[in-house]
């Protein structure tokens, strides 16, 4: 692992861009700390921990990097972008002007995200607007009330969360991994070490240092099993048959497999099922508004209704992000195209449906881990009183954690192969310039051959 890391320090190209990424994530952190104008900070503080939500907002405030609780100009964080991606994920094979631009290409995708960017604007607006309005009706805790400080306050939460987005472009154009997960990372992993610390003194008072140390235990077999199926794949092999290579001369044929994760969908469904279910709620809690006070009371975070709904939505969204990214159609017309045929399955209609059938399955199993991955871990943390555990050591966190490093550890491993491949090239030039200084009489027949 440390010759890898210093091996990443060799290669001018990578090491420019991960230096990129860390600047990016340097001055993200730092617009965590600079507060809204007109906002009693501790008072903000106070209310986050005595919400009768708090589990809500706690989530919200993981998602944020911990910038809601400073209630600082990037507290919506990239929610917004996330919850109007949904929406038009969700559009795109409803509404036929979106299908058709979806598939023009290049093109096509860029006038989507233009329009995904004008969504973001109105809903962070909004969204804005609604929880400066809610935050008038707790006393203290604005100390400007008024029209001026809710349009301020809508206005300089959508700057930050199109900064916030600005920054994760930036990342994925001119860095390593995905930018948006990244962020997205970054703020979990920073907030990993005040969690652990809040678990440590909580328990630490009742004397219970041995639930402390079965929540540690609890949270490395979690990432031990999340990195265990992360990197599961079920093999489909694939027959290439021998081709003519000259006169009268035929290639072998060979076999290669058709590599399908268990879990396809990666980390997105965790992320749009937490910003799914999280952003009424927010608002609700934000707005105060009675005659739901019942409701709330049964879509509590942790509750049972709540994790429920929560594994609904991460069902739903494997499904749905698994039918976006795989196309058995096109799986088996590429297929057909090189000449290679899965054995015993005809090539065409019948290979479409035998991979389709082999992604449904495999949906199937990743779906109940997501389930089991995001939601035992945070029930079994807030039995034991670690809530604050809970939020960056459950499942969601670590799924989140582990699927973006394997994922960026994926893109860093072409640059290293690059390096050891030209490393192994300008060797063996090298020997062969040896052998030639060295047997003089032999440099013509070495160069013959």
Same mark, same amino acid.
């Given at each position: ?50 919400? /009768? ?10 998602? +944020? ?14 929610? @917004? ?73 809508? #206005?300089?939460?959508?700057? $930050? ?13 001119? *860095? ?7 962020? #997205?990372? /970054? ?49 489909? @092999? ?12 035929? +290639?072998? +044929? ?15 469904? /965790?992320?749009?099922?937490? /910003?799914?279910?999280?952003? @009424? ?74 991979? $389709? ?27 034991? $009183? ?47 310039? *040896?052998?030639?200084?060295?047997? @003089? ?9």
């Amino acid at each position: 692992m440390i010759g890898g890391f210093f091996d990443t320090t060799k290669i001018p190209e990578l090491r420019r861009r991960i230096l990129f990424v860390i600047l990016m994530l340097i001055i993200y952190r730092i617009g965590i700390f600079i507060p809204i104008p007109g906002i009693d900070v501790l008072a903000f503080k106070n209310f986050m921990e005595q919400s /009768a939500a708090a589990g809500i907002l706690g989530m919200a405030n993981m998602f +944020s990097g911990g910038a809601l609780e400073n209630f600082s100009i990037m507290a919506l964080g990239i929610m @917004p972008y996330i919850s109007v991606s949904i929406i038009f994920q969700l559009l795109r094979h409803t509404v036929k002007p979106l299908e058709e631009l979806a598939q023009e290409g290049q093109q096509g995708k860029r006038k989507i995200s233009k329009y995904i960017r004008i969504g973001t604007v109105f809903l962070a607006l909004f969204q804005g607007y609604v929880i400066s309005a809610g935050l008038e009706t707790q006393g203290g805790i604005v100390t400007t009330p008024g029209l001026a400080f809710k349009i301020c306050t809508a #206005i300089t939460l959508c700057t $930050g969360t199109m900064f916030v987005m600005w920054l994760g472009e930036q990342i994925t154009e001119h *860095g390593i991994g995905n930018g948006i997960s990244i962020i #997205i990372m /970054a703020g979990i992993v920073a907030r990993m070490p005040s969690g652990i610390g809040s678990a440590y003194i909580l328990l630490a008072d009742d004397d219970a240092y041995g639930k402390f140390l079965l929540l540690f235990a609890f949270g490395l077999a979690i990432v031990t099993f999340v990195v265990f199926i992360e990197r599961s794949l079920r093999e489909i @092999p694939v027959k290439y048959p021998g081709r003519a290579v000259g006169r009268g001369q035929f +290639s072998k +044929s060979f076999t290669q497999h058709l590599p399908l994760k268990l879990n396809s969908s990666g980390v997105m469904p /965790a992320i749009f099922a937490s /910003a799914f279910i999280s952003l @009424p709620i927010m608002f609700i809690q934000f707005l105060q508004i009675e005659a739901l006070d019942s409701f709330m009371s049964y879509i509590n975070h942790g509750g049972f209704f709540y994790e429920l709904f929560f594994g609904l939505l991460i069902v739903f969204f494997c499904f749905f992000y698994t039918a976006l990214t795989l196309d058995p159609d096109k799986l088996a017309d590429n297929l057909k195209s090189n000449g290679a045929f899965i054995p015993t399955v005809r090539p065409g209609k019948d290979t479409s449906a035998y991979i $389709g059938d082999v992604i449904t399955k495999l949906t199937v199993w990743g779906s109940i881990y997501m389930c089991i991955v995001c939601i035992v871990p945070q029930v079994f943390y807030r039995e034991l $009183g670690a809530v604050s555990f809970s939020y960056f050591f459950g499942g969601t966190a670590v799924l989140i954690t582990v699927g973006v490093v394997i994922d960026t550890i994926s893109q860093i491993e072409p640059y290293l192969v690059s390096r050891n491949y030209t490393s192994l090239i300008k060797k063996g030039a090298g020997k062969m310039r *040896g052998i030639g200084q060295a047997m @003089p009489h032999m440099k013509g027949k070495l160069i013959q051959r």
